[in-house]
């Protein structure tokens, strides 16, 4: 993708190239360990037009590269290699299965006087290994959700079945990686939970027993409201990489204007169950139908003991979602199906005003929004709940954030700092745009701050962050 820059050269504009994916590849060295067989090692190559003594090479490298490290350090094998004009990043997810990526650094083109070609410049530390690293791993969790693990494909039908699977899946999911909107939040891959007070989260816990016991053949339920989660059934890392699916992928393609407006108390005639604003975003649009296909997309979940393999079934009403999974032997057809829409349907629609009319009122009992002297990201590692006021919209495809790149950048290294010590720790930096930047670690929980204060001095930075903590983060931090 191309920005262009605002600055000026010489009277011509400066063009500025942010990061992009060269390649993406997965190979197994096993696979073909003697001399003449390299190619066979090679599971999934992108770009697919790339010539195949050239694949060989740049797999062969990323061997020679990881063996070379191993020999410093035989437990913790290469992570990323830094060149000036890209990066590579290496994961081996299951044991001899490694995943390469590719990402070119972000340039800039300077014009040339004299009809010269223009000067290129590899901005290398605008790169954060962390924030990447992560995408890469994100790569795999989203295949292994969807697919399972390679070794089970590998022992159900061999290379070629593995092949299959890695070509059919990572060609679409490849063309949704943005790397230019990836940052902080990359790293944490953390869950936005939704603010409820105690009695309308019993009406939700209440809501989920009832429907798992009418519908019994429900193994896991998860519930969502405005894309934030409430509840779920699920182990942490798998709803972790589920809900990453919902959020960036799935609900975005849904998002054309709910009825009964957004979330509106429901009009009299509604009240009496005879209508619900219910609808499924996977398998059947239309149950009325007659064609309509009964076929939901497979998950699969706890692969480390038990592998369950599920059908996933998200339905839902106005802003409220729910995620139903079931086990994948079982055969759905129309008849549950149009249970569980006249079972959930008005219940949801119900549940999804309540929420709305109870949240509307909690914001009214705080008082006016006012904006505020900071912006912050926060991040709990015991139980992966995020919360960010810098990122105004957070998808696959766009990141609007509200501070300036340079800001996310340090909020990135004082990460970084943070992930080499075990010990809490505070780090304040003074940025070049009279910007303050506060990154606090306590107790397996992050808090990064950014404040607009011209003037202050590291005193005043250091009380108003503890103002803030006080206020904001009651009970959490418990440095000085």
């Not at 802003?319 to 249970?339: G, H």
């Not at 011209?454 to 206020?471: D, F, G, M, Q």
Request: with cysteine; aromatic share 12%; glycine share 4%.
């Amino acid at each position: 993708m191309l920005m262009i820059s605002p600055r000026m050269a010489s009277g011509m504009q400066e063009k500025q190239y942010t990061p992009s994916l060269l390649s993406f590849f997965i190979y197994n060295p096993k696979f073909g360990p003697r001399e003449g067989e390299e190619e066979k090692k090679i599971l999934f190559y992108h770009p697919i037009e790339i010539e195949k003594n050239e694949k060989i090479r740049n797999v062969g490298l990323c061997e020679a590269i990881v063996q070379f490290t191993r020999t410093f350090c035989p437990t913790k094998p290469a992570k990323s290699l830094h060149t000036q004009k890209n990066r590579q990043f290496f994961h081996e997810p299951e044991e001899n299965y490694w995943m390469v990526m590719v990402v070119r650094n972000p340039m800039v083109e300077k014009p040339n006087k004299d009809g010269k070609p223009p000067t290129v410049e590899y901005q290398e530390e605008e790169i954060i290994d962390s924030v990447y690293g992560s995408v890469l791993q994100q790569c795999y969790s989203m295949y292994k959700l969807f697919n399972g693990t390679f070794s089970r494909a590998f022992e159900a039908g061999g290379v070629e079945l593995l092949t299959q699977k890695l070509e059919k899946f990572f060609y679409r999911y490849l063309q949704t990686l943005h790397l230019q909107s990836c940052d902080l939040l990359d790293v944490f891959g953390g869950i936005s939970f939704f603010p409820l007070d105690k009695m309308t989260y019993l009406k939700i816990q209440s809501f989920v027993n009832r429907v798992e016991e009418s519908l019994s053949l429900v193994k896991y339920t998860a519930f969502l409201y405005n894309d934030q989660l409430i509840w779920s059934g699920l182990e942490q890392d798998d709803m972790r990489i589920l809900y990453k699916y919902l959020t960036t992928s799935l609900f975005p393609r849904h998002t054309e204007p709910e009825l009964a407006g957004r979330d509106s108390p429901l009009r009299p005639e509604v009240a009496g169950n005879l209508l619900h604003y219910g609808r499924f975003l996977t398998g059947p649009a239309n149950l009325k139908d007659p064609e309509a296909k009964f076929r939901f997309p497979r998950i699969f979940v706890n692969t480390e003991d038990s592998y369950e393999e599920l059908h996933l079934i998200v339905y839902k009403a106005m802003s409220a979602a729910v995620c139903f999974m079931i086990n994948a032997s079982v055969d759905l057809n129309r008849e549950f199906c149009e249970k569980l829409d006249s079972l959930v349907g008005p219940q949801l629609t119900l549940l999804a005003s309540d929420i709305c009319e109870q949240y509307n009122i909690n914001r009214r009992i705080s008082g006016p929004e006012k904006e505020p002297q900071f912006k912050f990201i926060y991040f709990n590692h015991m139980n992966l709940a995020e919360k960010s006021t810098i990122h105004m919209r957070k998808t696959a495809s766009v990141s609007l954030t509200s501070v300036h790149p340079d800001l996310m950048k340090i909020l990135g290294d004082i990460n970084c700092d943070f992930a080499r010590v075990d010990e809490d720790e505070e780090i304040i930096v003074k940025a070049m745009t009279d910007y303050w930047v506060v990154g606090k670690k306590s107790d397996q929980r992050e808090l990064y701050v950014i404040l607009n204060q011209k003037n202050a001095n590291l005193i005043e930075v250091n009380e108003e962050v503890k103002r803030l903590c006080a206020t904001q983060f009651n009970n959490i931090f418990f440095l000085d």
